[in-house]
């Protein structure tokens, strides 16, 4: 069989000699599996030689590849080693073979294609950036005459500096108010300050008699205070949410597949919101969700929804394309790993 694709032949190469890429296009259904394959030839790029085998028959492949100007042609030759197909069975081997290269084998070429595509590269028909680039032109600077100015400048500064530290010196203090004391709600008094014999108002010692309390005030007897209790020893805690997950691949398909997420929340309070993140494997991503939304980063994928009642569930699904295995790499709630 020969088959053109519109793919360059070391791409096409990368298809038939990656066991990961290779397991994924390369399927006969309906036929026995392969219990036995071993490379027996390879000549650089172009061509390669293996004996496949099981119970029933064994087979010689050979693929070869030639490019073209649109890409390159795959020839595939296969006969039987021992054991013999019946006319119907090559009938039906010949079918599973055109479906298997001209659908599965495209889709994952187009694929690989995708994962070389440069994001960052211009758009075809957006104007290509100019091939010379203009230098501004600076003109030469006399190095006596700048070390002249760079020594002024640091002069100035230097000057600039001294000022401000003296003015800083002078005024220091002087705008801010002294603390106001707990009891009488006046200045708090200097610690270790004495007032001069016979100026009164000056010190924080002893009041003076003038400033000293009237006989005729009655002293406040003194209550040992009292702490009420507090409303965290006689109430109990309020309920939290508690919040997880259960994953599920609810449809797989060639280079992609469907995944349903249930978060519940275990808890006796709502939860206001929640968050899912998911991981996904190398080359994978997310086209599409329902229940949710989603914001990826590379590998990770953040889903999320609006509030979620106590003992109720939530469920979205979501959409991947480009994966060679179904199902994510990892999938967790508030830290904790999905079901």
């Not at 099981?54 to 006969?79: I, K």
């Not at 309020?238 to 797989?252: K, W």
């Amino acid at each position: 069989m020969d088959i053109d694709l519109e793919h360059p032949a070391e791409r096409i190469w990368r298809a038939l000699t990656e066991e990961k890429l290779l397991s994924q296009w390369l399927e006969l259904p309906g036929f026995a599996p392969v219990g036995e394959a071993e490379v027996t030839g390879v000549e650089g790029q172009r061509r390669l030689a293996m004996l496949w085998g099981n119970d029933e028959v064994s087979t010689r492949l050979v693929w070869e590849l030639a490019s073209t100007p649109d890409g390159a042609t795959l020839t595939l030759r296969q006969s039987c080693v021992y054991g013999e197909w019946e006319d119907g069975e090559r009938e039906e081997v010949r079918a599973a073979y055109d479906s298997v290269l001209h659908e599965r084998l495209p889709a994952i070429l187009d694929w690989l294609a995708f994962q070389e595509v440069d994001l960052n590269a211009p758009m075809p028909g957006s104007p290509a950036e100019p091939a010379t680039q203009v230098i501004p032109f600076v003109a030469p600077v006399d190095r006596r005459r700048g070390r002249g100015r760079l020594l002024m400048a640091l002069s100035t500064a230097a000057l600039v500096f001294v000022a401000i530290v003296a003015v800083a010196a002078l005024t220091g203090g002087g705008d801010e108010e002294p603390a106001a004391s707990p009891q009488t709600g006046g200045p708090e008094p200097a610690v270790g300050t004495t007032a001069p014999a016979g100026v009164a108002g000056l010190g924080t010692g002893a009041p003076s008699p003038s400033q000293s309390a009237s006989p005729s005030a009655s002293p406040t007897p003194s209550r040992a205070p009292t702490t009420a209790p507090t409303r965290e020893s006689t109430t109990a805690p309020a309920g939290q949410a508690v919040l997880g997950a259960d994953y599920e691949t609810s449809q797989q398909r060639l280079l992609g597949y469907e995944g349903t997420v249930t978060v519940s929340n275990t808890g006796k309070a709502a939860a206001s919101s929640w968050t899912v993140k998911i991981t996904l494997r190398d080359g994978a991503r997310v086209t599409d969700a329902e229940g949710a939304t989603f914001q990826q980063d590379d590998r990770t994928v953040l889903f999320s929804g609006g509030s979620l009642g106590a003992s109720d569930t939530a469920r979205f699904t979501f959409q991947v394309s480009g994966a060679l295995e179904a199902g994510p790499a990892a999938c967790e709630v508030g830290g904790k790993p999905c079901s």
